[in-house]
């Protein structure tokens, strides 16, 4: 699970960069890689769901 949460800040690192060049700068690679980025997140936010319930119980 710790790999995971490691996994997730550094995508959302990346997201955060990439979304402030683009709101900041207009820079529309930079939206490219946000949006992927966004759905990179949505993946492993699902499984760090899945992993979270399990080590609850």
């Excluded at 690192?13 to 997140?41: E, H, M, P, W, Y």
């Amino acid at each position: 699970m710790e790999n995971l949460v490691k996994k997730i800040e550094g995508i959302y690192s990346d997201f955060i960069t990439d979304a402030n060049a683009q709101l900041v700068k207009g820079n529309k690679a930079a939206g490219t890689r946000a949006r992927k980025a966004s759905l990179d997140l949505e993946k492993l936010l699902k499984e760090f769901r899945k992993v979270s319930i399990e080590a609850a119980r």
